[in-house]
C-alpha cells in the first residue's frame, strides 16, 4: 500500500507563485506514475500535470508554461510549481501515483485559492 501526502497550497494573489510537494510512502516510488490533478467546485477532476518513471513529463494546455512537475526518487517527492497562477487555477489539488498494476493512490487534497 503507498500513502500519498500532499502539503503546500493555500491563498496567493493572481501573477505569483506557489509549491506542492507530494511524498508517497514505500520502496516503489521510482517506479511511480506520478501526479497532480485538480478539481475546482462543481467541475470534474481533472489531470494537470503528470511524470514518469523516467522523468518525462505531460501538461493539460491550460497550465504550460506556467506550471512545473518534477520528482526526486531519494526524497519519494514530487514536486509542482505554479507560476504566474490565475484566478482561474483555484481547486483542490490532488498528488496521485500509479502503479505498472494500474493501482492508483491519491492524496486528500490540498486547496488553492488565487485571488484577483
Known amino acids: 500500500q503507498v500513502q500519498v501526502v500532499e502539503s503546500g497550497g493555500g491563498l496567493v494573489q493572481a501573477g505569483g507563485f506557489l509549491r506542492f510537494s507530494c511524498v508517497a510512502s514505500g520502496r516503489t516510488f521510482r517506479n511511480l506514475f506520478m501526479a497532480w490533478a485538480r478539481q475546482a467546485p462543481g467541475t470534474q477532476r481533472e489531470l494537470v500535470a503528470s511524470?514518469?518513471?523516467?522523468?518525462?513529463?505531460h501538461y493539460i494546455e491550460a497550465v504550460k508554461g506556467r506550471f512545473t512537475i518534477s520528482r526526486d526518487n531519494l526524497e519519494n517527492t514530487v514536486y509542482l510549481q505554479m507560476n504566474s497562477v490565475k484566478p482561474e487555477d483555484t481547486a483542490v489539488y490532488y498528488c496521485s501515483g500509479r502503479n505498472w498494476a494500474g493501482d492508483e493512490y491519491w492524496g486528500r487534497g490540498t486547496q488553492v485559492t488565487v485571488s484577483s
Open positions: 511524470i514518469t518513471r523516467d522523468a518525462s513529463t
